[in-house]
């Protein structure tokens, strides 16, 4: 089957492919923009965590956590050692792999979209130098949870099969005789 169109159409079906080419390459030139932005979000994001989160965080544990961890060490020491060797053996290397490769996937795929609608513009390609992967603080954040959950775990392990550590509201009264 053969479609004949007429000679206005075909301009038509032109016109609405160079719109659409047009369209297409000012989208990806917009999603480049917004990479950008999200990962200057990211830095402030972090400039955030470390000079507010943290050292509120910090203080806090100091206050609220350390007087029980003091009080129950053995039994914490044991499950931070159990904690570390998970987090060291099992959740670093999965975490940095996973965040390495979906990192660079990201960069490939906005590198290659953005160098062909820079093409299709008439505009020359941009040619990046290697640089090293901005991987580093979403690798210190996971480790950072991860060694929070770790501690966590450790401390309710500790206290869930320890009894004897809590104290009791009341007193005891003597009974009745």
């Not at 965080?57 to 039994?75: F, I, N, S």
Request: no cysteine; charged share 25%.
């Amino acid at each position: 089957m053969s479609l004949s169109l007429s000679r206005k159409q075909k301009k038509e079906l032109k016109k609405l492919q160079q719109s659409a080419t047009q369209l297409w390459e000012a989208q990806q030139v917009v999603a480049s923009g917004a990479a950008d932005i999200a990962k200057k979000a990211g830095h402030q994001l972090e400039t955030f965590g470390r000079k507010q989160v943290a050292p509120t965080v910090e203080e806090k544990y100091h206050e609220y956590v350390e007087p029980y961890v003091d009080r129950a060490r053995p039994y914490v020491e044991r499950g931070v050692k159990t904690s570390k060797k998970f987090i060291d053996h099992s959740v670093v290397p999965v975490a940095g792999t996973v965040v390495g490769k979906a990192l660079s996937a990201w960069d490939v795929a906005n590198d290659t979209r953005l160098n062909l609608a820079r093409t299709r513009a008439g505009l020359p390609e941009i040619t990046k130098k290697k640089k090293k992967s901005n991987a580093g603080p979403v690798v210190a954040i996971v480790l950072g949870v991860a060694a929070a959950a770790g501690v966590l775990f450790a401390a309710w392990q500790t206290l869930r099969a320890d009894d004897e550590l809590w104290v009791a509201d009341d007193p005891l009264a003597a009974p009745d005789a």
